[in-house]
């Protein structure tokens, strides 16, 4: 069964840095892009940021662009979120996607595995 | 504010039909990009209801269903259940922005 883990929340300092983890389980992790979503409290999901199989597709949300940083490691079947000069509106559950496409020159598409989340809070 | 717009909240008794819209612009839904949809009930992942506009993945019963035309799509589900309760979104990709990925804001269906 596709399992997605999320880790690496918490709570942490305005203006800190934080780096959040997802490891992909029982699939070929090297074929699909993948995705962070979050959902503020009280809010729906956005989109964060999305990474191709391959690394040379990125794209961010216009809220996080310039200070969030997706990367992934196929080796590893890991997918990361490097989150520098963080906000209080950046508080939220944080949640990695799998994309049933590998995201290239196609872009995005829509995700068929999806974690449980990890929660960010960003609070002095 | 969403780029999809859909309702805030629909409900239901057990067995009825409802409805779910997610309007949308020339520049995404019009623009010919699919529609998706997920369930997310709080504390639990998100899950892929309906994938290109109509289509199920296996394992989500033919209630639910999916349909587009022009810059809107629709959810449909037949024979509410107790556990459909929950909240819906519609995803799809904006022109607009670079092809992003955009979700609507949500819908909370609450089965009475």
């Known amino acids: 069964e596709v399992q997605l883990v999320e880790s690496g929340g918490g709570l942490v300092q305005p203006g800190r840095s934080l780096t959040l983890s997802c490891e992909g389980f029982a699939f070929a992790f090297d074929d699909h892009a993948m995705h962070w979503v979050r959902q503020r409290p009280g809010e729906g999901l956005q989109w964060v940021s999305g990474i191709s199989w391959n690394s040379k597709s990125i794209g961010y949300a216009d809220s996080v662009r310039g200070r969030f940083i997706v990367s992934r490691d196929n080796a590893k079947k890991s997918l990361y979120l490097q989150m520098n000069n963080l906000r209080p509106e950046d508080t939220a559950f944080y949640y990695c996607?799998?994309?049933?496409?590998?995201?290239?020159?196609?872009?995005?598409?829509?995700?068929?595995?999806w974690g449980l989340g990890t929660l960010v809070t960003v609070s002095s | 504010q969403s780029v999809l717009t859909q309702p805030p909240s629909v409900s239901g008794a057990p067995g009825q039909r409802v409805t779910i819209s997610c309007t949308g612009t020339?520049?995404?839904?019009?623009?010919?990009?699919?529609v998706h949809w997920y369930q997310h009930v709080p504390g639990t992942a998100p899950k892929l209801l309906i994938f290109?506009?109509?289509n199920r993945p296996s394992g989500v019963p033919d209630r639910f269903s999916g349909s587009q035309s022009g810059t809107s799509a629709s959810l449909v589900i037949t024979g509410l259940r107790a556990e459909d309760e929950g909240h819906y979104y519609c995803q799809s990709q904006d022109i607009s922005l670079s092809r992003h990925v955009v979700f609507g804001g949500g819908t909370k269906l609450t089965v009475l």
């Open positions: 996607a799998r994309d049933d496409t590998g995201g290239g020159s196609g872009g995005w598409y829509y995700f068929d595995s």
């Open positions: 290109g506009n109509i």
């Open positions: 020339t520049s995404n839904i019009g623009a010919g990009y699919d």
